[in-house]
Structures are given as C-alpha cells and as structure tokens.
C-alpha cells in the first residue's frame, strides 16, 4: 500500500528538489540555531532576560510566541529553558535532515518511504514525514516532530 496522492490534475513526476539549496538553507538554520542556543545558554547563566531574543530571533513558531507572552513573569529563566530546548530539537531535525542528505534519503518520508511533496520540503526543509504520516504523528500523544513544525 501506497500513499494517496492529493494531486489528481498532475500526472507528472514532481521536479526532484535542488539539493544544493537545500543544503544551505539547511546550514543557515543550522548556524542560526546554534547561535540561539548559544545566547539563550549564556542568558540562562547569567539569569538576563531573552526578551529580545524571542521577539528577533523565533518568529512563526506558535510555542515560541507563547513562551514569550510570559517572558515578564520569569524570575527563573523557565522561558530561556523552554526556548533552549526547542531549539535544540530543532537542531536535532536539521542535523539529521544534513545525514539524509549525504546519505541520499533525504525527501523520503521516514515512516512510508513515500517522496515528500516539494512544497513540503520548501516550508519545512527539514520535514521527516509526508503529510498524512505527520498528520498521524500530531494525531498522537505530543510526538517530538508535531511539536515544532508548522
Ligand atoms: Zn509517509
């Protein structure tokens, strides 16, 4: 069994994706990631404030925005916790999303193997699942990969 495809009006084979493009936009979230982790680790130390950083630096993230209404009633650094952790599974995602690419299985789902839909790939470049896997997941008590993609 298959995948249905959603695409009745289109016969054709979708293009495969640019790779190299891919790639940098993979490395750049990367590099982002890793610099937001870097301020939120240096915030949690000295115990500041990542107000800032939460109104710059992770817009479009639905838990983010959240996590930064209540940045005012922090005294603990629970909101720079928070942020670090979805950074760093971000991060997690796109390293791997790296390892598939040198491997060659990068744009295949990881649960049904079916090709990932290019519009897909460009909104979440790092996307493990196709939609209907990932619809499942989210379906499912909190899984990791709900959580953080759009
Ligand atoms: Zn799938």
């Known amino acids: 069994m298959t995948c249905p495809t959603f695409f009745p009006g289109s016969r054709r084979p979708q293009q495969p994706v640019d790779l ?11 590099d982002f990631r890793v610099e937001q982790l870097c301020e939120l680790r240096r915030s949690l130390a000295t115990g500041g404030t990542v107000a800032a950083l939460t109104a710059s ?3 479009g993230s639905a838990v983010s925005m959240s996590v ?8 603990h650094g ?16 796109i390293e791997a999303a790296l390892t598939r ?4 299985s990068y744009g295949r789902c990881e649960s049904c193997a079916s090709p990932i839909a290019n519009e897909r790939l460009e909104i979440l470049p790092y996307a493990r ?3 209907s896997c990932q619809r499942q997941s989210q379906l499912g008590a909190g899984h990791p990969a709900g959580r953080i993609s759009v």
């Open 20 to 30: 190299t493009v891919v790639r940098e936009i993979l490395e750049e979230q990367r």
């Open 57 to 59: 630096g992770t817009s």
């Open 68 to 75: 930064a209404d209540s940045a005012d009633a922090d005294p």
């Open 78 to 93: 629970q909101v720079a916790a928070l942020l670090a952790q979805a950074a760093d599974a971000a991060l997690a995602e």
């Open 101 to 104: 690419l040198d491997s060659g």
């Open 129 to 131: 699942y196709c939609v």
